[in-house]
């Protein structure tokens, strides 16, 4: 098949390391079907310039348009300015060169303006949903019913967790359309591995606790809440470490929190690296720790398992799904009392990471493409025309 898939969720010049999973998912399917990833940059993003190389795509080809929007005002036009966006860049293209189906990756306004294609050319499509394009988006008055619109349009909607199939169904999709399909995991690149050499690489003290956390740094992701809740962590464990590794926003915040609270030489900023050295990161870590207010399912919860490693994370939105006793501990968002007695609990258990990878090992990205391709098969079956 011809598969266009849509999103923002896809590394680009402007984002190298941006939605690891996408890379992993869309160039594995497109060793099966002629796949395009069309990306949209956010116009902002573009003025600041080109910040490096994304991953090698080994199948998949992959280009961009600029997504220009209101700034600031006319949240609820976005899904109307995206479809726009795209149409003044590529729309004569893809009307002379009409793929069979359609993949939108984000709820909104990427599902709705890929909506607005499929209706325009007569082309099936499907939605994957992720985290905060439902939880958050949806709960917006003027977004919730162009939302809602698009994923009942779909031929299908692909949600990365059960919680998130749950609010697809809330929207009025068909349960039958409807399908959970958890995330896999590069088992050449996340597995256990000899702790010392990895602290050793990654020129870390030996024989101290280390507290990994690694996504983007936001208030939303926690890792605020993360360092709120560490002196009462080391008041137990006055050896620990906490490093965080990612970047966003939240950074500078985090080194004056750390000052202030009289803890910054027991923490570590590590930036934004690569996702082929994670592995080594979770290798070298005690635990990993997640305290996001709401989430999908993360793949960085799913990599440390394979990778033998405890998580404590939040109990939100699909965590609850794939994070079982045996691997980790869940306490309720926003809450350092708790986050700080379960990372005191998990850094004293003693935890078996052959049963952690044992568990991790049914996130599968041969079984992951597999059932995405039935479902995008299924999906390009014949539809009738619609006349702009």
Same mark, same amino acid.
């Given at each position: 098949?011809?598969?266009?898939?849509?999103?923002?969720?896809?590394? &680009? *010049?402007?984002?190298p390391?941006? *939605?690891?999973? +996408?890379?992993?998912?869309?160039?594995?399917?497109?060793a099966?079907?002629?796949?395009?990833?069309?990306?949209?940059?956010?116009?902002?993003?573009?003025?600041?310039?080109?910040?490096?190389e994304?991953?090698?795509?080994?199948?998949a080809?992959?280009?961009?348009?600029?997504?220009?929007?209101?700034p600031?005002?006319?949240?609820?036009?976005? =899904?109307?300015?995206?479809?726009?966006s795209?149409?003044?860049?590529?729309?004569?293209?893809? $009307?002379?060169?009409?793929?069979?189906?359609?993949?939108?990756?984000?709820?909104?306004?990427?599902?709705?303006?890929?909506?607005?294609?499929?209706?325009?050319?007569?082309?099936?499509?499907?939605? #994957? !949903?992720?985290? &905060?394009?439902? +939880?958050? /988006?949806?709960?917006?008055?003027?977004?919730?019913?162009?939302?809602?619109?698009?994923?009942?349009?779909?031929?299908?909607?692909?949600?990365? &967790?059960?919680?998130?199939?749950? #609010? *697809?169904r809330?929207?009025?999709?068909?349960?039958?359309?409807?399908?959970?399909?958890?995330?896999?995991?590069?088992?050449?690149?996340?597995?256990?591995g000899?702790?010392?050499?990895?602290?050793?690489?990654?020129?870390?003290?030996?024989?101290?606790?280390?507290?990994l956390?690694? =996504?983007?740094?936001?208030a939303? #992701?926690?890792? %605020?809440?993360?360092?709120?809740?560490?002196?009462?962590?080391?008041? $137990?464990?006055? /050896?620990?470490r906490?490093?965080?590794?990612?970047?966003?926003?939240?950074?500078?915040?985090?080194? /004056?929190?750390?000052?202030a609270?009289?803890?910054?030489?027991?923490?570590?900023?590590? =930036?934004?690296?690569p996702?082929?050295?994670?592995?080594?990161?979770?290798?070298?870590?005690?635990?990993?720790?997640?305290?996001?207010? +709401?989430?999908?399912?993360?793949?960085? !919860?799913?990599?440390?398992?394979?990778?033998?490693?405890?998580?404590?994370?939040?109990?939100?939105?699909?965590?609850?799904? %794939?994070?079982?006793?045996?691997? =980790?501990?869940?306490?309720?968002?926003?809450?350092?009392?708790?986050?700080?007695k379960?990372?005191?609990?998990?850094?004293?258990?003693?935890?078996?990471?052959?049963?952690?990878?044992?568990?991790?090992?049914?996130?599968?990205?041969?079984? +992951?493409?597999?059932?995405?391709?039935?479902?995008?098969?299924?999906a390009?079956?014949?539809?009738?025309?619609?006349?702009?």
């Amino acid at each position: 098949m011809k598969v266009l898939a849509l999103t923002n969720l896809f590394p &680009s *010049a402007w984002d190298p390391l941006r *939605a690891s999973f +996408n890379r992993q998912q869309f160039d594995r399917l497109a060793a099966h079907h002629d796949l395009e990833v069309l990306v949209a940059v956010d116009f902002r993003e573009r003025r600041g310039g080109p910040r490096g190389e994304p991953p090698a795509l080994s199948h998949a080809r992959a280009t961009d348009f600029t997504f220009w929007y209101p700034p600031r005002i006319g949240r609820s036009l976005h =899904g109307l300015a995206w479809y726009a966006s795209l149409m003044a860049r590529h729309g004569s293209r893809l $009307r002379r060169e009409r793929p069979d189906v359609l993949l939108a990756s984000w709820g909104y306004p990427d599902a709705v303006g890929v909506s607005l294609l499929a209706r325009r050319l007569g082309l099936p499509y499907v939605v #994957k !949903v992720h985290g &905060s394009d439902l +939880n958050v /988006q949806a709960d917006f008055r003027l977004r919730r019913p162009q939302i809602a619109a698009a994923l009942r349009g779909a031929r299908a909607v692909v949600a990365v &967790s059960a919680a998130l199939a749950d #609010k *697809a169904r809330a929207l009025g999709v068909d349960d039958a359309r409807v399908h959970v399909l958890y995330n896999g995991v590069d088992g050449e690149r996340f597995h256990p591995g000899d702790r010392a050499a990895a602290r050793r690489a990654l020129d870390l003290p030996q024989d101290v606790p280390l507290v990994l956390y690694v =996504g983007n740094l936001k208030a939303s #992701k926690g890792c %605020v809440d993360l360092l709120e809740a560490f002196p009462a962590v080391l008041a $137990r464990h006055p /050896q620990a470490r906490l490093a965080f590794v990612g970047s966003g926003a939240a950074g500078p915040v985090l080194r /004056q929190r750390a000052q202030a609270l009289g803890i910054d030489n027991c923490l570590l900023l590590a =930036g934004a690296r690569p996702h082929h050295e994670l592995g080594t990161w979770m290798q070298a870590a005690s635990l990993l720790c997640l305290p996001s207010h +709401n989430e999908g399912v993360p793949n960085v !919860v799913l990599e440390a398992m394979a990778c033998g490693l405890p998580v404590v994370a939040t109990r939100v939105g699909g965590i609850p799904e %794939v994070l079982p006793a045996q691997a =980790g501990l869940l306490v309720p968002p926003h809450d350092h009392a708790a986050l700080s007695k379960a990372l005191d609990e998990a850094l004293r258990a003693d935890w078996s990471p052959a049963a952690i990878t044992a568990h991790a090992a049914r996130f599968d990205w041969q079984d +992951n493409i597999a059932r995405l391709d039935r479902i995008l098969r299924d999906a390009a079956g014949p539809v009738e025309p619609v006349n702009a």
